[in-house]
């Protein structure tokens, strides 16, 4: 499933659709558009074959349009375009902003990305592999000289958007640049000058150098995929990221020196991990602007166009995956900013934008890929977007605000503002503070009793190269706030500070680490693992692989111990890795749980034991009024799945006064073979008691005996809310027929074959899920892309994405790894999802409702 998010539509505007004409050139087929402003216009200006597969673009001070055409974005072994990348540049002869031809401007170039374009220093290319800048020097339209800005030095192969992405030019002559994630491999990016920045097991980045290449150094971290980075009028710095396969939405984010946005690739692609946050949930990193749908590209201040007034100060974005353009208003949220996304122009499946730019008159252009495919197809469209009264529209001049000049402060005063409590401002004091105090300075602020001040000390001293004492540590571990207590098993960890390890066992026997923390507590364990130390100082590969093993018997030893708390252990359950060897301690905690959580623990650990007979366990959970309601029916949907031999007892359940307990005994009586006697008893019960139990109990016997397996309807679909019973919701999630725990995870229970569906509830709105279950191949997101390939023996091979490379390809197996095929005979997109159709069919619509309603809930 894909992160998705739905926008707030804004109907008081007057939607028209807009019949396309081609004043440029006769188009073979043209989509309609739904523009939400009836004061603008929308024009087609360009299209194949004059223009194919554009993705950045830029204008120069005469209106000439330089597009970025790509053609080495994983072609198809049969591709017919071009072998190289191409920058085109119109001519438009009788200035009326429509490209009357094209000419070449610059070619040779390999994995092209994004362009932008600056008076004084002309045209700027990202690649995934560097930075370059062209001239034309001799103003005859075509490029004369290509100079080197940047290069990324390692790794030698990324995947294209996991590479050098967008870039900004600020009137400081600073180049501001961002760099995606490169898949958790070791990176180091060097200047003009020599000056390099690295990295290994982190986010992407965001990272400046002067114009000419030199004095490079980081900014900002914690991204997946930046793919654009704009200022807008006020020179405030904007990136849109697009987000992990379990974590979302997509983000617009304000960039800040020192600021930390929360991924690490060091966790792996799903973003799903303790030390890993995405709006501001971890301490020390900081929350996005905007929500974003599916693959954001570029995007523009609104205040650049000739829109008018309402657009000033409004970011406008193109969202890929979702076929449209948003405006975003922003409102100031203390010293940044924040907004929701409405749509501006929403397309059809035929209209895929991505890049943006205004000419001197506030026309804005949007380059279109046009087909929802990722290797390069030869489609491509230009588009124009103006205001339909007359807008006298001066050129700007990119800004940057203060924040990006030297910070001046003392370490007095850096100290004395680490009193405020905005995080923006908060981010670029640590960053400056950690440059110019010491360990011995910082001391004071994790001694204070001001537990914000000592958070603040904490979180700089994470970028101060000289560790705390082993004392210091252990009054931090014990602090009775848990933030400090997160942050400093994150320090442990970060530091990779090994003589902590047995510090940390005893201070959970001494239930120091409260189960909010229990994760946290996990992850610091496996950092300090010899062989995950070892492989992170050589930086062994890509970091996201390294395994990281808790001690054998760790677990086994938490759930022995009979002074740590049920709730540690229900947690600690899912990673226990041998349940059938340890079959022993499950059946005794499970006669000795008193805890919901760990009752339910013990149950799905029963489901990993294949071959043994727990009925006699399930039964007792199931008919015991001392277990919880879930945990009871969760032993009963387990039931359900052997010989019905409970009969009786579950008619019992029906007359408990409880809508889970009955949803699931009608769910296991529905399943067995009922004499005549018995089926009655239930009939007569469920008339008697049908506005006393749930609506969906009370289907679920009315279609026990029909046939419901066609898909649903159209009625059916209109009938899913997402406002049912959650509860349900978790029993039909959890039910095997329906399969999604053999692909999906939640809070550690489940396969790893689709993605994690933890925090699916934040990502995703009520509609989309209902489309991602239903519709599983309408939209895909690039993570879990299906693609196939023949190798040279003549054997297909299915995965999850693909590198291309000039005499083999690496495909992505089923656990994320990349297997190598030399000299491969054909490969391309799977026309379907990876997640089979029809799983509706294993439920009725109101059991459907519930299973969205548990979804949209989990975050």
């Known amino acids: 499933m894909m992160s998705l998010l739905q926008y707030s539509f804004n109907w008081s505007v007057i939607c028209i659709t807009v019949f396309l004409v081609s004043c440029a050139e006769e188009p073979s087929s043209h989509s309609n558009i739904i523009l939400h402003d009836p004061n603008l216009s929308l024009q087609l200006i360009a299209e194949h074959p004059s223009i194919k597969t554009p993705i950045g673009m ?70 995934k592999n560097g930075v370059f800048q062209y001239l034309d020097h001799d103003k005859n339209g075509v490029s004369d000289m290509k100079r080197a800005i940047v290069t990324m030095v390692e790794p030698k192969n990324v995947y294209d958007h996991a590479g050098i992405l967008g870039l900004a030019l600020g009137e400081d002559d600073w180049l501001y640049v961002s760099r995606g994630n490169v898949g958790g491999n070791p990176w180091t990016i060097k200047g003009t000058d020599g000056s390099q920045i690295e990295g290994y097991g982190d986010g992407g980045n965001v990272f400046r150098c002067k114009v000419d290449g030199s004095q490079l150094e980081e900014l900002a971290t914690g991204f997946w995929n930046p793919f654009d980075l704009k200022f807008n009028s006020e020179g405030r710095l904007f990136v849109t990221d697009n987000d992990p396969d379990s974590r979302g939405p997509n983000r617009l984010i304000e960039i800040v020196p020192g600021g930390d946005y929360g991924y690490k690739s060091v966790y792996g692609g799903s973003g799903i991990h303790p030390f890993s946050s995405w709006n501001g949930e971890l301490p020390g990193t900081l929350p996005f602007s905007a929500p974003l749908g599916e693959a954001p590209c570029a995007m ?39 907004g929701i996304p409405e749509v501006l122009i929403q397309g059809d499946a035929s209209f895929h934008p991505v890049s943006l730019a205004t000419n001197s008159r ?23 977007v103006k205001s339909k009264s007359v807008v006298s529209k001066q050129p700007y001049s990119e800004r940057s605000i203060n924040i990006f000049k030297k910070d001046t402060r003392s370490v007095d005063q850096l100290i004395a503002d680490l009193e405020q409590k905005d995080l923006f401002e908060l981010a670029i004091t640590r960053h400056s503070l950690a440059k110019n105090a010491g360990l011995e300075e910082l001391l004071p602020l994790i001694k204070s009793d001001n537990p914000h001040l000592r958070l603040q000390g904490l979180l700089t001293l994470f970028k101060v190269k000289k560790n705390l004492n082993k004392t210091s540590i252990l009054s931090l571990l014990r602090d009775r706030n848990q933030d400090m207590q997160r942050m400093t098993l994150m320090y442990i960890a970060k530091k990779g500070i090994t003589e902590m390890e047995p510090h940390l066992y005893s201070t959970l026997r001494e239930n120091q680490i409260p189960p909010q923390l229990f994760e946290s507590f996990l992850a610091t364990v496996r950092h300090l693992q010899p062989d995950f130390m070892d492989r992170i100082r050589k930086r062994s590969g890509r970091s996201s692989t390294i395994p990281r093993e808790l001690p054998k018997s760790f677990i086994k030893d938490i759930l022995k111990n009979p002074v740590i708390g049920e709730e540690v252990k229900a947690m600690a359950i899912p990673y226990l890795q041998d349940f059938k060897s340890n079959k022993a301690i499950i ?15 013990l149950i799905k650990a029963i489901q990993k034991i294949p071959g043994t007979d727990f009925s006699w366990a399930l039964q007792t959970v199931a008919f015991n009024t001392d277990f919880t309601s879930i945990a009871r029916s969760m032993a009963v949907q387990e039931l359900s799945y052997g010989p019905q ?3 009786k007892k579950v008619l019992g359940m029906l007359n408990e006064n409880d809508e889970i307990l009955q949803y699931a005994a009608l ?38 005996f029909k046939d419901v397996t066609a898909p649903f309807n159209e009625a059916d679909y209109a009938s899913v809310k997402g406002n049912g019973n959650s509860e349900i919701g978790r029993l039909v999630f959890e039910n095997r027929i329906g399969l999604c725990t053999s692909c999906h995870k939640v809070n550690g229970w489940g396969g790893s074959f689709g993605p994690e569906l933890s925090n699916i509830g934040d990502s995703k709105s009520i509609s989309q899920l209902i489309s991602a279950v239903l519709e599983p191949s309408l939209e895909i997101s690039p993570e879990w892309q299906g693609w196939y390939l023949v190798d040279a023996e003549g054997t297909r091979h299915t995965g999850r994405q693909i590198d291309v490379h000039l005499n083999y390809a690496e495909l992505m197996n089923t656990n994320g790894e990349y297997d190598t095929f030399k000299n491969p005979s054909s490969y391309g ?17 109101l059991e459907f409702n519930d299973l969205i309603t548990y979804l949209s809930q989990l975050k």
């Open 587 to 601: 059946e005794e905690l499970l006669g000795n749980a008193k805890s919901g959580r760990l009752q339910i623990a």
């Open 58 to 127: 830029a204008i120069d001070e005469n209106d000439a349009i330089y597009v970025l055409e790509s053609h080495t974005h994983t072609p198809p072994n049969n591709y017919q375009g071009p072998k190289f990348d191409l920058i085109k540049k119109s001519v438009d002869e009788n200035d009326d902003g429509i490209p009357d031809k094209w000419i070449v401007f610059a070619d040779s170039i390999e994995d092209g990305m994004n362009l932008h374009y600056n008076l004084e220093h002309g045209l700027f290319l990202t690649t």
């Open 667 to 704: 769910k296991y009586l529905c399943a067995a073979r009922l004499d005549d006697t018995t089926r009655s008893e239930i009939e007569e019960w469920v008339e008697n008691t049908k506005y006393q139990i749930s609506e969906t109990a009370f289907s679920i016997w009315n279609n026990c």
């Open 829 to 845: 997109v799977m026309e379907s999802s990876l997640m089979p159709e029809g799983l509706e069919r294993t439920m009725i619509p």
């Open 300 to 338: 523009i201040d609104g205040s650049f166009t000739n829109f008018g007034d309402p657009y000033a100060s409004q970011m406008l974005v193109n969202i890929w995956e979702e076929n449209n353009m948003v405006r975003i208003p922003l409102d100031q949220n203390g010293s940044s900013v924040k």
């Open 362 to 384: 506030g026309d804005l252009y949007i380059t279109d890929w046009v087909l929802r495919e990722y290797p390069n197809h030869g489609s491509g469209r230009l588009w124009r």
């Open 645 to 647: 031999k409970y009969i």
